[in-house]
């Protein structure tokens, strides 16, 4: 107990620790329940200094001694908790005694801690935060520098603000160059217009959208999906941002899908043709062949008279029909129906001289730029001489619509391994989009009935058929189209049967011929024709029948059709190769249409000679000389 | 945007100095000054900038969860809450914070009201 009663008394109802010690000496004079209970140090100790730890005292006796107060905040431990106490010092009694009084501030420092424990977690997630920021912007860094597409960012005004490498390498220029531009910096004005243009639209519709370009000035892309997009930056609503992607491979790749699908509708149209001609041109050869073989003999029984003159304009006219269907089944079965060693500019001379007439009247003036020396081609000069005239023809009716001067152009000369001939005009051209179909079947330009379409077809078959080309050149004035045709090589020329003199085996007995034909009147023409050349004939309808007159004769010399019904061409000259194969050599064939697969197929194995129907005495006598004289022609 | 009226009042230096005056006007007080005795004050306005930064869009700071928890022994009263509002509005004015800037950051103050008023845990 402290020297006063009462003071002790209401001390002792507080609820902080109080204490009162002597001062400087530091002897305890009275302490209450709470300084007991929190500092238990001083339950035994009179002591103030000894039972209150953590108080700097050196720094307490100063502050005393100056001010006569002194704060500590110290920490002691009771039921198992810390407690955090503020312990104020004043002197009392003209500084002979010290009064200690304290406040839990326990509540505080817990604050304090959290509040910093908080800062140090929130500082934690600020640098992962951050870390994570900084690797996000590395990665996207190098996702922009490694990206094979083009990426940019542009501001409002259009202003490049962000470009990858491949944006430099695009505009052939450093970022530094792009930076800060505008697309008008960089392209020419009418292409920058076109990407000015996309953009506002990107920025009216506030949407992504795509387009494929094609800038002519920008050479690392020849075709370029463009992607672009809004970016309502925070400080800049109107940004845009792109991609520029290269799509030349695939755009190739289509262009390249786009051509073959192409050639083949035009293959397709071709067989289609093809088949369509065949069977017209079988379903022809065989009267054709009639009316050929019968003229033939009627004007050799009319020999001298009118009817002979009549019989031989049968004939010709015959054998024109005869050359006519031959000509479209070269369209159809690509090859020369017949190939001599040909001079081109000749070709070019005499349909020049042919179409004379109509290109002074519709004052057009042909300008021919023949090269001297051209080395001889292959091919069959009707053919040849009709795609000639028909460019020259499609020349001409294109400059009608222009005004003099009207002007062609032919030139040949030589292009590498081949002969090119070229003719070009000064009329309207071709427009772009029509180039690729003008070669197509029944696609014409030309007004109702005047055009069939069938022309150009005709001679790019024909052409073709001669392992050459027909293309249209780009041209800046009129149209050009360029044959290019291989040069004739050694001694491949098959030239025209010989002329076979009309009198040279008309009474000569060269034994027994058979005729295989299920065309009677067409056997009986030929057999007939035969007889004129020397030869006794039998004729069969189909191979069953040849095999049978074979038991009962021997021939020297085997004229078979291919197409027949029962037993046919093929099928007989395997019966031959098994039962009388002496018999091979003699055997030629006789055919209407050589374009089936099959049959080409056949005649091509079976090695021996045919002849295409309707065929002429001449043709007959040279094959039959060539068979009686052991040749084996193919 | 908050975000901008951070960069736009300055950042960190500048709301730094906002708090330090706004904690002048609270330790002069008379309603408020006895919860901070004996507080480190150094540390409190470190932590309270970047409590009023996060407020105008600056870097987070505290969630709420943490702020209740800082708070839940020290028996803050509405009316001392009121006051330490009206403290930060005219602080803020004195530092031309604009009207609706000013507003943005009171009612983010505001919001947290449940987290530190009578908050015994």
């Known amino acids: ?634 | 945007m908050a975000s901008s009226l951070f960069e736009k009042y300055g950042g960190f230096s500048e709301v730094r100095k906002v708090i330090s005056d706004f904690y002048d006007g609270v330790l002069s007080d008379d309603m408020l000054s006895h919860h901070f005795e004996g507080v480190n004050m150094h540390r409190l306005i470190d932590h309270q900038t970047r409590m009023i930064s996060s407020f105008l869009g600056g870097p987070a700071f505290l969630t709420n969860e943490q702020l209740a928890a800082a708070h839940r022994r020290l028996t803050i009263t509405h009316l001392e809450f009121d006051r330490l509002g009206k403290i930060m509005d005219d602080t803020l004015q004195s530092h031309d914070f604009a009207g609706e800037d000013r507003q943005a950051v009171l009612d983010q103050i505001e919001d947290t009201r449940p987290f530190i008023v009578g908050n015994s845990g």
């Open chain 1, 1 to 634: 107990m402290s020297d006063d009663p009462l003071r002790d008394i209401a001390l002792s109802s507080l609820q902080v620790p109080v204490a009162i010690a002597d001062w400087p000496g530091g002897d305890i004079r009275y302490r209450n329940n709470r300084f007991a209970t929190l500092f238990s140090g001083a339950e035994g100790s009179a002591d103030l200094r000894g039972c209150i730890g953590g108080v700097d005292w050196k720094a307490a006796e100063e502050d005393l001694g100056r001010t006569g107060a002194h704060v500590a905040d110290v920490e002691t431990r009771h039921d198992g908790r810390e407690h955090h106490v503020r312990l104020q010092f004043r002197t009392m009694d003209e500084g002979q005694r010290l009064f200690v009084e304290g406040s839990d501030i326990s509540n505080l420092r817990e604050a304090e801690y959290l509040l910093d424990s908080y800062s140090r977690l929130a500082e934690k997630n600020a640098r992962d935060l951050q870390r994570e920021k900084d690797r996000t912007s590395q990665l996207f860094e190098e996702f922009t520098r490694n990206a094979p597409i083009g990426m940019y960012v542009k501001d409002g005004s259009g202003r490049y603000v962000m470009v990858n490498p491949r944006m430099e390498a695009l505009f052939e220029k450093d970022a530094s160059e792009i930076l800060g531009k505008t697309v008008r910096d960089m392209l020419p004005p009418d292409e920058a217009a076109m990407v000015e243009a996309f953009d506002r639209e990107i920025l009216a519709t506030r949407r992504t959208a795509a387009v494929v370009e094609k800038l002519e000035s920008v050479g690392l892309f020849e075709w370029t999906l463009v992607v672009r997009f809004p970016i309502e930056a925070q400080d800049d609503p109107d940004m845009i941002g792109g991609f520029d992607i290269d799509i030349t491979p695939q755009k190739r790749a289509e262009e390249e899908l786009a051509m073959s699908r192409e050639r083949l509708n035009q293959a397709e149209r071709m067989t289609a043709l093809g088949s369509l001609l065949a069977g017209v041109s079988h379903e022809l050869n065989n009267p054709l062949a009639i009316v050929v073989g019968e003229a033939t003999l009627m004007e050799e029984d009319a020999e001298g008279t009118g009817l002979a003159e009549s019989a031989t304009r049968i004939r010709i006219a015959a054998e024109r029909c005869a050359k006519i269907v031959q000509s479209f089944l070269a369209i159809a079965r690509q090859k020369p129906s017949k190939r001599e060693r040909l001079d081109l500019n000749s070709v070019v001379g005499a349909v020049v001289e042919l179409t004379g007439y109509q290109t002074r009247s519709n004052e057009i003036e042909i300008e021919q730029d023949l090269a001297d020396e051209l080395p001889a081609i292959i091919g069959d000069i009707d053919q040849l001489q009709q795609v000639v005239m028909n460019l020259l023809i499609n020349a001409q009716q294109a400059l009608q619509t222009r005004q003099p001067p009207r002007r062609i152009r032919i030139s040949s000369f030589r292009k590498g391994d081949d002969i090119a001939l070229r003719v070009a005009d000064n009329g309207p051209g071709i427009a772009s989009d029509l180039a690729k179909r003008i070669f197509d079947p029944f696609f014409t330009t030309k007004p109702e009935g005047t055009g069939t379409g069938i022309g150009l077809s005709y001679s790019q078959g024909v052409i073709e058929a001669h392992g050459g080309t027909l293309e249209v050149e780009p041209c800046e004035d009129g149209a050009s189209f360029i044959v290019r045709l291989p040069v004739g090589r050694g001694g491949a020329v098959l030239a025209a049967p010989a002329k076979a003199a009309p009198s040279s085996s008309k009474s000569t007995a060269r034994g027994r011929a058979l005729v295989i034909d299920d065309e009677p009147d067409l056997a009986n023409a030929i057999a007939r024709l035969l007889q004129r050349l020397g030869f006794a004939t039998d004729t069969a309808g189909n191979g069953n029948e040849a095999v049978a007159k074979l038991e009962a004769e021997d021939y020297e010399l085997i004229l078979s059709d291919l197409r027949m019904p029962g037993m046919d061409g093929a099928a007989f000259f395997a019966w031959l190769g098994e039962h009388r194969p002496d018999l091979l050599a003699r055997t030629a064939f006789l055919t209407g249409d050589t374009l089936s697969p099959a049959a080409v197929t056949f005649l091509e194995q079976a090695g021996r000679p045919y002849l295409s129907k309707p065929l002429t005495r001449e043709e007959l006598s040279a094959l039959v000389d060539e068979l009686c004289s052991g040749g084996d022609s193919q």
